[in-house]
T-cell receptor
Framework: KNEVEQSPQNLTAQEGEFITINCSYS?????LHWLQQHPGGGIVSLFM???GKKKHGRLIATINIQEKHSSLHITASHPRDSAVYIC?????????????FGKGTKLSVKP | NAGVTQTPKFRVLKTGQSMTLLCAQD?????MYWYRQDPGMGLRLIHY???????AKGEVPDGYNVSRLKKQNFLLGLESAAPSQTSVYFC???????????FGEGSWLTVV
């Protein structure tokens, strides 16, 4: 079965802390997306990756294909990073090739 | 840059009423999607389209219909609304299936 699991569900951090959000999936994938959903509801794409590592500002996304696992790291966290972070996966087989979404990780960064 | 625009943003319907959600994108994307987001669950695909004039069922299509008469527009219809369709609806688009996906701001629908 094509499944995506995120951990933790909720995360509270102090400003400046290094944050890691994890995503695991069940079978082979062609791509993994990290998305950010702000309290107002809008969803923006942060990264799309199929191997290795990508970096944009204070955000770093890594993926380990063999272990079926990806991490999203936030360095020097700031209250404006407070949002729900969502992992979405495109499986190689099944799901009609469409994205399957995790339930999200709610991050709250306190000043 | 408008990107993906959804209307209306908020709507309250009575059980049995019908309505249409409109999604418009100005990026000349081939692929368009309608998702629903419910508490404690990941986004779930309702219907999608891989090009003008095409539509396909997603994971939770029952109770919804869609049309893609023009490349830039993707309409989601509820013929007879039910309380179970109370949700936040997101439209999205992408150039192709393996590309970055762009989302609208969401439409909050309550069925009473």
């Amino acid at each position: 079965k094509n499944e995506v699991e995120q951990s933790p569900q909720n995360l509270t951090a102090q400003e400046g802390e290094f944050i890691t959000i994890n995503c695991s999936y069940s079978v082979g994938i062609s791509a993994l997306h990290w998305l950010q959903q702000h309290p107002g509801g809008g969803i923006v794409s942060l990264f799309m990756l199929s191997s290795g590592k990508k970096k944009h500002g204070r955000l770093i996304a890594t993926i380990n294909i063999q272990e079926k696992h990806s991490s999203l790291h936030i360095t020097a966290s700031h209250p404006r990073d407070s949002a729900v972070y969502i992992c979405a996966v495109r499986f190689m087989r099944g799901s009609q090739g469409n994205l399957i979404f995790g339930k999200g990780t709610k991050l709250s960064v306190k000043p | 840059n408008a990107g993906v625009t959804q209307t209306p943003k908020f709507r309250v319907l009575k059980t049995g009423q019908s309505m249409t959600l409109l999604c418009a994108q100005d990026m000349n994307h081939e692929y368009m999607y309608w998702y629903r987001q419910d508490p404690g669950m990941g986004l779930r695909l309702i219907h999608y389209s891989v090009g003008e004039g095409t539509t396909a069922k997603g994971e939770v299509p029952d109770g919804y219909n869609v049309s893609r008469l023009k490349k830039q527009n993707f309409l989601l219809g509820l013929e007879s609304a039910a309380p179970s369709q109370t949700s936040v609806y997101f439209c999205a688009s992408s150039l192709a299936s393996g590309n970055t996906i762009y989302f609208g701001e969401g439409s909050w629908l309550t069925v009473v």
